[in-house]
């Protein structure tokens, strides 16, 4: 069984550009999570999405950023414009249920690693 | 604030070592307790779990962990650690809903 998928690894963009992030989850999980680690700090929680729905973005830090899960399927992060605090690893993961629970493993991908110069 | 606290940011271990990483969490009520790993170029992937019962728990490759309700902790431990062992290891506790709440981290290196 394939695990979370991200891409790209790395990305390296300049102040005021754009990037796009994707996350392709396990077959199967309605529940996507977007974390990310800025250097130095915890890996955060960003937000949820049931299927194409997002339940909880309580964690995006602002409107330059924009995830989506057209379809239910894989999902995108965008950052637009992208500032230096951006930099940091963005980590996707994906569950069965919704909720913290002994049968409910959130699985995570690899991260994408962002540098904003 | 609600929080979860690694105490080492960096340990250095030699083969067969003793480790004990701390893992102190602020929530209150019921809390759901994890350590998960990242080998070097590795996803993040889950180490061990506690959810109830035993406040022992062990978990994949001879780790096992502790929790402490009186202390708010959940301490990583392995009797003698490998050289396979150099990771970054995650304390993370759920609260309530869906998602984790992680700490900083630590990094291990273990020296032949």
């Known amino acids: 069984e394939a695990g979370v998928t991200q891409f790209p690894s790395h990305s390296v963009i300049e102040k005021g550009q754009t990037v796009t992030l994707r996350c392709d989850p396990i077959s199967g999980h309605d529940n996507l999570y977007w974390y990310r680690r800025v250097m130095g700090k915890e890996i955060k929680f960003l937000l949820h999405f049931v299927k194409e729905s997002k339940q909880d973005e309580s964690g995006m830090p602002n409107n330059r950023f924009l995830a989506e899960r057209t379809g239910g399927t894989y999902s995108t992060l965008k950052v637009q414009p992208a500032e230096l605090e951006d930099s940091g690893v963005y980590f996707c993961?994906?569950?069965?249920?919704?909720?913290?629970?002994?049968?409910?493993?959130?699985?995570f991908g690899p991260g994408t690693r962002l540098t904003v110069l | 604030a609600q929080s979860v606290s690694q105490h080492n940011h960096h340990v250095i271990l030699s083969e067969a070592a003793s480790l004990e990483l701390g893992c102190n969490y602020s929530?209150?009520?019921?809390?759901?307790l994890f350590w998960y790993v990242q080998y070097p170029g590795q996803h993040l992937q889950l180490l061990l779990k506690y959810f109830s019962g035993d406040p022992l728990v062990k978990g994949i490759k001879g780790f096992e962990a502790e929790f402490i309700k009186s202390k708010f902790s959940f301490n990583l431990r392995k009797p003698s650690v490998q050289w396979s062992d150099t990771a970054e290891y995650f304390c993370a506790v759920g609260n309530s809903g869906y998602a984790l709440n992680f700490g900083k981290g630590t990094s291990l290196l273990v020296t032949p």
């Open positions: 929530y209150g009520g019921t809390v759901n």
């Open positions: 993961a994906s569950s069965l249920y919704p909720a913290v629970r002994w049968d409910n493993e959130q699985f």
